[in-house]
């Protein structure tokens, strides 16, 4: 008996470290005007009319979890924040979105890239009229 309690036991760490995921790597920064099916950008640009939907994708290269943030500044004051919680098996990519029905001011933009509340880059954009 103590053996079969001993043997469920182990089956059930092993079982549960299986399932542990760690953080998340990642390793490039889209920015663009469209999305793939993948949620990866399908159109790269850095020059958006003001009408525009701005697209950013971040992609992971790895399984892992996290919480990813896109945090958006126009002139260096904040526009739009958003956090996704995630977990993937594999490459992901993690796509955040801004729009503005009356359209966005003419100007120099900023997307930051937060995973766990620690920066991993920036991506500079502008719109032009």
């Not at 159109?43 to 992609?59: C, E, G, M």
């Not at 979105?97 to 890239?113: L, M, T």
Request: glycine share 10%; net charge neutral.
């Amino acid at each position: 008996m103590k053996s079969l309690l001993l043997l469920l036991l182990t089956v059930v760490i092993v079982g549960a470290s299986g399932c542990s995921r760690g953080p998340l790597h990642v390793t490039t920064i889209q920015v663009g005007r469209s999305l793939n099916s993948d949620k990866s950008v399908g159109s790269h640009t850095t020059q958006f009319k003001p009408n525009d939907t701005i697209y950013v994708a971040v992609l992971t290269d790895a399984t892992g979890a996290g919480k990813i943030t896109a945090r958006w500044t126009y002139g260096g004051r904040p526009v739009s924040e958003e956090s996704k919680s995630v977990s993937y098996r594999g490459e992901a990519a993690t796509e955040f979105h801004i729009e503005n029905s009356g359209g966005f001011p003419a100007g120099d933009y900023k997307v930051q890239v937060l995973l766990d509340d620690q920066s991993v880059g920036e991506r500079d954009f502008r719109v032009v009229r």
